[in-house]
């Protein structure tokens, strides 16, 4: 059967796991795209910063299937994670059709902003 | 975790949180297009990093490479300047109240300590690495991620291909069916594109292949399949060879829903033989996942390469008819 083996690492000098770093990454991208929703104006950057707070999740998910890791990453997550990107990409091309017809209808390019 | 290897992980992580900073905060759209695809790499690179290459493969060209396309044709309908009340109706200004920056920036920085502490002291929770493991003998297959995407949690799986045929039923809801207008058959005279894409699209096709028969026993699969053969198919569309307005409307539209139906067919069918739904026989598990699959690689590449028919058939619209945009012809089909 051909899982790979995975190389045991020795748990020495107590330093941050790589699972742990990616995990604070990820906490980092869902926090960056959660400003960027609200502080961007543009619809595209809008988007855009959903997409990196979905990029945030998974990788919350696939450290933390790092983390439980026996002899192979847990693969649960692995698997919704791969369905995720699919389905996110679907929802980010529906997201920009929609922001293409608000910008065909009205000629304009982001909500609120100051009256001109 | 030996020194080098949190060299290396430190570099990625701080390149994937200054692409991600910078991809909505520069000014230019353009750029903050451009460093979101090279985020989206470098994403891809940390996959790999955390032992998950299906998830590699899968946003290497999901990431990089469709939504690239998507995006940067996007910037076009958004170059210029704004025209305000040109057309048919106008966003209210004043009507979406906005709190000030610095509360936001501080509700978030607050939002984000706690979610760090949270991450850092989340409990143990062991997994289910032990449990797909032991089931794997079961399951047909012998990789364990496409076990659990298409034995165990296939029930999961078959909606999420159900998304893909809602995301699509959502844009033409949206824009309409312009982009898919018969009969434009044209191959470009372009010598460099019309070589690329003789010479690559067969080879993805072959690759989409070789990766969905892989997905039984190494990374690799449907998803990963489907999304190179999408990206064939966007190669073709860009080479003129526009050959989803070719087909026959039923023939297209069949083939964005087929993943879906054989996946709920085999699964009602197998009913009759006393078992649950979307349960395999055991013995024939193998086969009928790679059949499942099959479909679904379909399903999912053309409806990559639709999404891009989509964007790319409005363009044309758009420059083809000569009441520019917020014309008449627009929104309904």
């Known amino acids: 059967m051909p899982i790979p083996q995975r190389v045991q690492t020795g748990k020495g000098a107590r330093v941050m796991e790589t699972h742990e770093l990616y995990g604070v990454v990820a906490v980092g991208l869902f926090c960056i795209g959660l400003a960027a929703v609200f502080l961007c104006r543009h619809l595209l950057k809008k988007i855009i910063a959903t997409k990196i707070i979905g990029a945030g999740a998974f990788l919350m998910l696939i450290s933390i299937a790092e983390r439980d890791a026996e002899i192979i990453a847990d693969p649960v997550p692995h698997a919704m994670v791969i369905t995720g990107i699919v389905v996110a990409v679907s929802a980010a091309a529906f997201a920009l059709a929609l922001a293409r017809q608000i910008r065909m209808k009205s000629g304009q390019s982001e909500f609120g902003g100051e009256p001109k | 975790m030996s020194v080098l290897n949190l060299i290396i992980d430190t570099l990625l992580a701080l390149l994937i949180l200054g692409l991600a900073l910078r991809a909505v905060a520069v000014q230019s759209l353009y750029q903050s297009a451009i460093s979101f695809i090279a985020f989206g790499l470098m994403l891809a690179l940390a996959w790999a990093r955390l032992a998950a290459p299906d998830v590699a493969l899968a946003e290497a060209a999901i990431g990089a490479g469709l939504l690239g396309v998507l995006l940067i044709h996007s910037l076009r309908d958004f170059a210029g300047e704004d025209d305000g009340e040109a057309a048919g109706f106008a966003i209210k200004l004043g009507q979406y109240p906005r709190l000030p920056s610095f509360f936001i920036l501080l509700g978030i920085g607050i939002f984000s300590g706690v979610l760090l502490v949270a ?10 690495t032990a449990a797909s493991v032991t089931a794997l003998a079961d399951s047909g297959v012998d990789h364990p991620v496409t076990a659990v995407l298409l034995n165990y949690r296939s029930y999961d799986t078959w909606l999420e291909i159900g998304v893909l045929v809602i995301a699509m039923l959502a844009i033409f809801c949206a824009g309409g069916f312009e982009g898919f207008r018969r009969g434009q058959w044209r191959p470009r005279q372009d010598l460099i594109i019309a070589r690329f894409a003789r010479l690559l699209a067969p080879l993805m096709v072959l690759v989409a292949g070789y990766l969905l028969w892989l997905g039984k026993a190494y990374p690799g699969g449907a998803f990963q399949a489907g999304v190179v053969l999408g990206a064939a198919g966007i190669i073709l569309q860009m080479a003129g060879w526009h050959f989803v307005e070719a087909m026959s409307r039923w023939l297209w539209q069949w083939g964005l829903a087929i993943g879906f139906a054989f996946f709920l067919f085999a699964g009602i069918g197998f009913m009759a033989f ?30 990559m390469t639709c ?16 009441n520019g945009k917020g014309g008449a012809g627009h929104g309904n089909a």
């Open chain 2, 274 to 303: 006393d078992l649950a739904f979307l349960e395999y026989p055991a013995a024939h598990a193998g086969i009928l996942i790679l059949w499942v699959e099959s479909f679904a690689t379909l399903s999912i590449g053309l409806t």
């Open chain 2, 119 to 128: 991450v850092l002291q989340m409990p143990d929770g062991g997994g289910l």
């Open chain 2, 307 to 322: 999404f891009y028919v989509y964007f790319t058939g409005m363009d044309a619209d758009t420059s083809a008819g000569a």
